[in-house]
């Protein structure tokens, strides 16, 4: 059985980067693609990124190049980073598994708020 | 970029009756597209792939068909576990994995 599950500070500073962890379990880093994928408060669905297990990596341009996935196979989890975070980046952030080009497989969400 | 747009954008059916769901991309791109269902307080669940294909588990009376610009979502007989917003979303990876803005769907 696959699980995911997003660890990280619930509240982030503006201009702050907001990192979170998705750790993973029935499942090796090193053999799937892997995904970040937001929801602000009451709205849809946003891909931020994906990296694969060829070592690369795509990103929302929408995100201006403020995005980055990585990760680290020895703890088996992956990693997301934004950068210079502003309100519009509240939201409930997912770590997901990809089958093909689409997620299979979910975690349970990580609420992050940007405020002083 | 790829713009995915879901129709309609709410409604409401009584259990039994069928539904039918759709999802215009703005541009061709072939049967590349998934259906999700998003349950409150729920992470997004994968109902179809490939247009078409369901995942091992999903309930044969969701189906999904469609290529080239125009897929839909059919649910042939609603359950009240149905309720939920559900998601076209584009699955090619020359294109940014766009999702649609979703469609409620209310059961009575």
């Known amino acids: 059985q696959v699980l995911l599950e997003e660890s990280g500070p619930g509240l982030v500073q503006p201009s702050g980067t907001l990192s979170l962890t998705c750790s993973v379990s029935?499942?090796?880093?090193?053999?799937?693609?892997w995904a970040w994928v937001r929801q602000p408060p009451g709205k849809g669905l946003e891909w931020l990124g994906s990296?694969?297990?060829?070592?690369?990596?795509k990103y929302n341009s929408s995100l201006g190049g403020r995005v980055a996935i990585s990760i680290d196979m020895s703890k088996n989890h992956f990693s997301l980073r934004l950068y210079s975070v502003t309100a519009a980046d509240t939201a409930l952030y997912y770590c997901?598994?990809?089958?093909?080009?689409?997620?299979?497989?979910w975690g349970q969400g990580t609420r992050v708020t940007v405020s002083p | 970029e790829v713009v995915l747009t879901q129709s309609p954008d709410t409604l409401s059916l009584s259990p039994g009756e069928r539904v039918t769901l759709s999802c215009r991309a703005s541009?061709?791109?072939?049967?590349?597209l998934a259906w999700y269902q998003q349950k409150p307080g729920q992470a997004p669940r994968l109902l179809i792939y490939?247009?078409?294909n369901r995942p091992t588990g999903i309930p044969a009376r969701f189906s999904g068909s469609g290529s080239g610009t125009d897929f839909t979502l059919t649910i042939s007989s609603l359950e009240p576990e149905d309720s939920a917003v559900y998601y076209c979303q584009l699955g090619s990876n020359w294109a940014p994995y766009a999702f649609g803005q979703g469609t409620k769907l209310e059961i009575k």
């Open positions: 997901a598994r990809h089958y093909k080009d689409y997620f299979m497989y």
């Open positions: 029935g499942a090796s880093t090193t053999t799937y693609d």
């Open positions: 541009q061709f791109i072939s049967r590349y």
């Open positions: 990296v694969y297990f060829s070592g690369e990596t």
């Open positions: 490939d247009a078409s």
